[in-house]
């Protein structure tokens, strides 16, 4: 079994919709977790991170862990064509231990 | 994701060569990360770097050959590579003791 399971979709909706991504996770060691957005051709880029289990909102983006059920997911209102991309979600085991477990990744594209 | 830089950005290599691939970070951080990142597969992790040492190497063939000379710099030197080494290898940085990774663009590696 993966750490960091992903649906790599596509998942495709229209502009303005809300958009769910989510990922599950194996190991009660991550400490806090991490989503990425990935462009085509780019590297992957630091979108929200969260230690506990709750919510995190940061404008469009809300950031959701639940560790009781091992489920994390980001949500995107109003999503707009420039949300296309790849979202990679990560867990972490925090102190000294510098090391992120992926997920594949889900692609999304936002049609106008 | 301007500060993390890599390059080149593209390669295209044979078998036999030898090439290095050069990542420089100017973000103050002093843990340096490099990943392969294949089509449909999640980011490995290959080799972390914290204050220099290197802390991780994550079963990595000795085809790949790290080298960190300070904080800011990760080279990882490449030869007698084979066609399944063609990848996106993507350098990343943090503090040691966060975990919030910020990547550089990636170079596209293709090994013919």
């Known amino acids: ?112 | 994701e301007t500060g993390v830089t890599q390059t080149p950005r593209h390669l295209v290599m044979g078998m036999t060569n030898k090439k290095s691939l050069k990542c420089e970070q100017h973000l103050g951080h002093n843990a340096m990360y490099w990943y392969k990142q294949s089509a449909k597969k999640p980011l490995e992790l290959m080799f972390v770097y914290n204050f220099k040492e290197q802390t991780e190497n994550n079963s990595v063939p000795s085809r790949f050959s790290p080298e960190c000379p300070n904080s800011s710099h990760l080279f990882l030197h490449l030869h007698t590579l084979q066609p399944e080494d063609s990848a996106l290898y993507l350098c990343a940085s943090s503090q040691p003791d966060l975990n919030t990774q910020y990547f550089g663009p990636g170079t596209r590696l293709t090994v013919l």
């Open chain 1, 1 to 112: 079994q993966k750490e960091v399971e992903q649906d790599p979709g596509p998942l495709s909706v229209p502009e303005g919709a809300i958009v769910s991504l989510n990922c599950t996770y194996s190991n009660s060691a991550f400490q806090y977790f991490m989503w990425y957005r990935q462009y085509s051709r780019k590297g992957p880029e630091l979108l929200m991170y969260t230690y506990s289990s709750g919510n995190k909102e940061d404008g469009r983006f809300t950031a959701q862990v639940d560790k009781s059920s091992k489920y994390i997911s980001l949500f995107i209102r109003d999503s707009q064509p420039s949300d296309s991309a790849t979202y990679l979600c990560a867990g972490g085991y925090g102190g000294a231990t510098n090391k992120l477990i992926f997920g594949t990744g889900t692609l999304l594209a936002v049609q106008p």
